[in-house]
């Protein structure tokens, strides 16, 4: 069956620290690859987003994520985090121009230390 | 340019009551969806549209219907309200083959059916 797991509930780092949030999928094919941030109260917003070429991907915000094809995961990292970036990460994955096939992960919730 | 709007932003309904959710987006995007986000979890699909006039079924469908008269609108109706439709509803729409990723959400519709 096709998922998305993402196995940190809940991380804290300090501000100014590096951040590595995990995703792993399982699907036949290499689909649409996506992280999005949710901040409280409003809707999601697209990080970035990894269909084929270059397996590191640059997105807004300072973030980037790897996709690694052996590990069958997408990881997000930042290199110092910033106060802001407190909020929930999701992770999803999608099939076929519609993005009709679509699973998102449960989310990871990031809190911010100052 | 207002994005993505939804309307309303909070409702209180009793089982067996209908509402329609309405979502608005002004950037010209071929595709929009419907999402709904439980505590604990991913968003799930729950219809989508690749075009005015045009709907199509997602993960999670039954007990919900919905229109795409202009292209600009995509109303998600609730025939019968049943408590398990206690979500927050967010609706997304997408630019057709654009050379750069564009998702864009709304702010979300809390509904809570008694």
């Known amino acids: 069956a096709q998922s998305v797991t993402q196995p940190d509930i809940h991380i804290t780092v300090s501000e100014g620290a590096s951040l590595e949030l995990r995703c792993n999928y399982s699907y036949g094919a290499t689909p649409y690859l996506f992280w999005y941030v949710q901040s409280p109260g409003q809707g999601l917003q697209l990080l970035l987003k990894?269909?084929?070429?270059?397996?590191l991907v640059q997105g807004i915000k300072g973030f980037e994520a790897e996709f690694k094809r052996s590990q069958s995961s997408f990881n997000l990292r930042k290199p110092s985090v910033h106060w802001s970036d407190a909020a929930e990460y999701f992770c999803?994955?999608?099939?076929?121009?519609?993005?009709?096939?679509?699973?998102f992960g449960p989310g990871t919730s990031l809190s911010v230390i100052p | 340019n207002a994005g993505v709007t939804q309307t309303p932003k909070f409702r209180v309904l009793k089982t067996g009551q209908s509402m329609t959710l309405l979502c608005a987006q002004d950037m010209n995007h071929e595709y929009m969806y419907w999402y709904r986000q439980d505590p604990g979890m991913g968003l799930r699909l729950i219809h989508y549209s690749v075009g005015e006039g045009t709907t199509a079924k997602g993960e999670v469908p039954d007990g919900y219907n919905v229109s795409r008269l202009k292209k600009q609108n995509f109303l998600l109706g609730l025939e019968s309200a049943a408590p398990s439709q206690t979500s927050v509803y967010f609706c997304?729409?997408?630019?057709?083959?654009?050379?750069?990723?564009?998702?864009?959400f709304g702010p979300g519709t809390r509904l809570l059916v008694l």
């Open positions: 990894y269909f084929s070429g270059d397996t």
């Open positions: 997304a729409s997408r630019r057709l083959l654009a050379i750069q990723e564009t998702q864009y």
């Open positions: 999803a994955v999608a099939t076929g121009t519609s993005y009709d096939k679509v699973i």
